[in-house]
């Protein structure tokens, strides 16, 4: 069980380094560089694979594990809100991560338009 909360916490540890890759970036004063934009887009992908992937199949084996220690029947039930009858097992997706998760992909594409603003800014005399 301790290995599985390790794996939730993965996708949510590396968005954080790479947050950190961002904001050394930004003390160095470059904002709307490219590499930025990369940045933001791995951070929307860690959102994307946390909500659709990573959190769902955890609480699925999670709920298994509880389920066959209490001998139980159980009925998978697969949507963003996780209802079912008898004793169900949520394996939904979060919707507000990938609300998020599309605000930074937004955000991306932002950075990547600024840098070639920056890089048209620069060519000109």
């Not at 990369?38 to 594990?65: E, H, K, M, Q, T």
């Not at 097992?89 to 991306?108: R, Y």
Request: charged residues 15%.
């Amino acid at each position: 069980i301790a290995l599985l909360k390790t794996i939730k916490l993965m996708p949510m540890l590396m968005g954080f380094f790479v947050l950190k890759l961002i904001f050394e970036n930004y003390k160095k004063e470059d904002v709307f560089i490219t590499q930025n934009a990369r940045y933001y887009r791995w951070i929307g992908a860690l959102l994307c694979l946390d909500s659709i992937v990573v959190r769902p199949l955890c609480n699925a084996f999670l709920n298994l594990v509880v389920e066959y220690a209490h001998h139980s029947t159980h009925v998978i039930t697969v949507g963003s809100n996780g209802y079912g009858a008898g004793n169900s097992i949520k394996l939904g997706f979060s919707l507000t991560e990938l609300s998020i998760a599309s605000l930074v992909f937004a955000i991306s594409q932002v950075m990547l338009e600024g840098s070639r603003l920056r890089e048209e800014n620069r060519l000109t005399v």
